[in-house]
C-alpha cells in the first residue's frame, strides 16, 4: 500500500479519488461492475424501451428516485438535496432556492470538470459500445465532459466501503451538469418521462425541448391510455 497516494476509480464518466485503505482501485471497481450488471437487470425495460444498451447517469438517477432497493439511499443525507430538488426538475423550471442548495453541497461547490476528446472513429464499431460515461460515441469528432470528485480520506475497505454513495453523487453530477446548461439557454434537457408506466430520466433532442416521453413507446402508451 502506497500511504498518502489517492486510490482513483472512473465511474459513469465521475472520477472519484480518495485517500485511505489502499490504492488498489481494482478491488473497489468490482463491487462496482457487479452493483452495475444489477441496475441494468432493474432498469432492463427502460433500455430496451429507448433502444440502448448500457447504462448513463441519468438511469442512475431513474434507479435512485423509483427502485424499491434504492430505498436506502432516498434516506441517506446525501441524497436529501437531490431529491427535494427533482420535482421542479420534472415540471421544467428548476426552484432557484433548492438549486442555491443543491449547489453549496461541499462536494458539489468542488465538482471539477475537464473536456475529453472523442475523435468520432469509434462512432460505427460494434465492440466497444460506449464511452467510459455511458454513453454511445461519437460519429464525428468533438468533446464530452469528464467529472472529478475528491472524497477526501476514507478508511474503509473495499467491503466496508459505501458504494450507495458514489450511485447518489453520480445522480448528483448528472443534475450539475443540466443545471450549467439551463442557466445561459433556458433550455431544460434533461427530462423525466411523463407516462406514468415509466418515470424514466432522458434527454430530450436539443429541437425538442418539451418533450414529455423518453421514447415513441411511452407516448403511444400514453396516447392510449388518455382515450380510454
Known amino acids: 500500500m502506497n500511504e498518502g497516494l489517492p486510490t482513483v476509480m472512473i465511474f459513469k464518466g465521475v472520477r472519484f479519488q480518495w485517500t485511505g485503505a489502499t490504492t488498489e482501485w481494482w478491488r473497489y471497481g468490482g463491487q462496482l461492475v457487479s452493483i452495475s450488471g444489477e441496475l441494468e437487470k432493474l432498469l432492463a425495460p427502460v433500455l430496451h424501451r429507448q433502444k440502448r444498451k448500457t447504462l448513463t447517469r441519468r438511469d442512475?438517477?431513474?434507479?435512485?428516485?423509483?427502485?424499491?432497493?434504492?430505498?436506502?439511499a432516498r434516506l441517506s443525507p446525501d441524497w436529501k438535496c437531490?431529491?427535494?430538488?427533482?420535482?421542479?426538475?420534472?415540471?421544467?423550471?428548476?426552484?432557484?432556492?433548492?438549486?442555491?442548495?443543491?449547489?453549496?453541497?461541499?462536494?458539489?461547490?468542488?465538482?471539477?470538470?475537464?473536456?475529453?476528446?472523442?475523435?468520432?472513429?469509434?462512432?460505427d464499431q460494434v465492440k466497444d459500445l460506449c464511452r467510459l460515461n455511458g454513453e454511445a460515441w461519437a460519429k464525428k469528432p468533438g468533446f464530452y465532459p469528464q467529472f472529478t470528485l475528491n472524497l477526501g480520506e476514507?478508511?474503509?475497505?473495499?467491503?466496508?466501503?459505501?458504494?450507495?454513495?458514489?450511485?447518489?453523487?453520480?445522480?448528483?453530477?448528472?443534475?450539475?451538469?443540466?443545471?450549467?446548461?439551463?442557466?445561459?439557454?433556458?433550455?431544460?434537457?434533461?427530462?423525466?418521462?411523463?407516462?406514468?408506466?415509466?418515470?424514466?430520466?432522458?434527454?430530450?433532442?436539443?429541437?425538442?425541448?418539451r418533450s414529455k416521453f423518453c421514447c415513441s413507446v411511452c407516448r403511444v402508451n400514453a396516447l392510449r391510455g388518455s382515450r380510454r
Open 82 to 123: 437531490t431529491g427535494d430538488l427533482l420535482p421542479s426538475l420534472t415540471a421544467g423550471v428548476p426552484d432557484a432556492a433548492l438549486v442555491t442548495a443543491f449547489l453549496e453541497q461541499p462536494l458539489i461547490k468542488t465538482l471539477h470538470s475537464e473536456l475529453v476528446f472523442d475523435d468520432g472513429s469509434r462512432g
Open 154 to 209: 476514507i478508511r474503509a475497505t473495499p467491503k466496508e466501503f459505501d458504494y450507495t454513495r458514489l450511485l447518489v453523487l453520480i445522480a448528483a453530477v448528472e443534475i450539475r451538469r443540466h443545471l450549467d446548461l439551463y442557466y445561459p439557454t433556458r433550455n431544460l434537457l434533461l427530462r423525466k418521462c411523463h407516462h406514468d408506466g415509466c418515470g424514466a430520466w432522458f434527454i430530450a433532442p436539443r429541437m425538442g425541448v
Open 60 to 72: 442512475v438517477l431513474t434507479y435512485l428516485e423509483t427502485a424499491i432497493t434504492a430505498q436506502a
